[in-house]
């Protein structure tokens, strides 16, 4: 599956941004999806997860309440609402595929399948 990530830009803290990434190539409702995030000299992060149908959802803890992933399967797309961003957000999101035997999420870079190219989101102070 390819995955084409996009949304990503400049804003101050405080503000909105809407993350979408878009996948083609295979049945999209078989893949749990992922949001993934890495800044500047530090490791690739989990962000938040959806699974095949987006019954489940998870994010984690640094984001939560602050930041929804959905999907819209007939769109074959994946999103990441991120509210009230702080500049420690800053990083270059990705997004990424898993081929899901259960419909549950998936929390860890290594169960993942697929990624996409990444966008970049930059929240100024």
């Known amino acids: 599956v390819q995955l084409q990530a996009s949304g990503g830009g400049l804003v101050q803290a405080g503000a909105s941004l809407s993350l979408s990434c878009a996948a083609s190539?295979?049945?999209?409702?078989?893949?749990?999806m992922g949001w993934f995030r890495q800044a500047p000299g530090k490791e690739r992060e989990f962000v938040a997860a959806i699974s095949r149908s987006g019954s489940s959802t998870g994010s984690q803890g640094s984001v939560m309440g602050r930041f929804t992933i959905s999907r819209d399967n007939a769109k074959n797309t994946v999103y990441l609402q991120m509210n009230s961003l702080k500049p420690d957000d800053t990083a270059v999101y990705y997004c990424a595929a898993n081929y899901a035997r259960y419909e549950r999420i998936y929390t860890t870079a290594r169960d993942y399948d697929y990624w996409g190219q990444g966008t970049l989101v930059t929240v100024s102070s």
């Open positions: 190539g295979r049945t999209f409702g078989n893949y749990g």
